[in-house]
């Protein structure tokens, strides 16, 4: 089965500073992994997604996240933090690609502050 | 705008109680995912649905049942309510190509 551990719960970054949010995976078939940003009172909206092509993959508004098979790590990065990137964010994982029958498992999240 | 549509958007009920959810993918989207976000459990996959016929199943409790109807609508009733049942409740549907789940906005469930 497939698991998604996130590393800390709530990171705070001063505005302009470097965004890593770490994510690890498990999983017994080449994974399809995502990240989605919950911002409040909302529905979760995706990010980004590996498929298997490019390592590095980039997302909206200046979000990348590198596969590390090796690692089994997926991490979220932004170079320079916006106030606006204050948020939840979540890594999920899919052990069947994009199959109907398919379950997409959510990591714990982890809560994005910005400080002026 | 997500293109999913979850009613109520909100629901207070009592304990013992049985609710329905209702959800309406984006246009053309087969998949319905259902999940349950609580403070303490986090986001936590309940069951999937594809074209009408269940295809996978997470954490979903006995009381909890979900359906999906010819038009790709779905629902998720909850029966036997208890206090930790009080969580958000998504939905999100898929196009089978990309894989990206469109999550609507949520119905938030208080069992008092």
């Known amino acids: 089965a497939q698991s998604v551990t996130q590393l800390g719960s709530h990171v705070s970054v001063s505005e302009g500073a470097l965004v890593l949010l770490r994510c690890n995976y498990s999983?017994?078939?080449?994974?399809?992994l995502f990240w989605y940003v919950q911002y409040p009172n909302q529905g979760l909206q995706l990010l980004l997604k590996?498929?298997?092509?490019?390592?590095l993959v980039k997302g909206i508004n200046g979000f990348e996240a590198e596969f590390k098979k090796s690692e089994t790590s997926f991490h979220l990065t932004k170079p320079s933090a916006h106030m606006s990137d204050a948020a939840e964010y979540f890594c999920a994982v899919s052990d069947a690609g994009y199959s109907s029958a398919s379950k997409i498992i959510f990591g714990s999240g982890t809560r994005l502050s910005i400080r002026p | 705008d997500s293109g999913v549509t979850q009613t109520p958007k909100h629901l207070i009920t009592a304990t013992g109680q049985r609710v329905t959810l209702r959800c309406s993918p984006r246009?053309?989207?087969?998949?319905v995912y259902w999940y349950q976000q609580s403070l303490d459990q986090g986001l936590q996959f309940l069951i999937h649905y594809y074209n009408g016929e269940e295809r996978a199943k997470g954490n979903i409790l006995e009381r909890f049942s979900a359906q999906q109807f010819p038009d790709l609508h779905s629902e998720l009733n909850l029966s036997s309510l208890e206090l930790g049942d009080s969580a958000l409740y998504f939905c999100?549907?898929?196009?089978?190509?990309?894989?990206?789940?469109?999550f609507g906005e949520g119905s938030r469930l208080t069992v008092l």
């Open positions: 590996y498929t298997s092509a490019a390592t």
């Open positions: 999100a549907s898929s196009a089978r190509t990309t894989g990206e789940l469109f």
């Open positions: 246009s053309g989207d087969l998949s």
């Open positions: 999983s017994s078939v080449p994974p399809y």
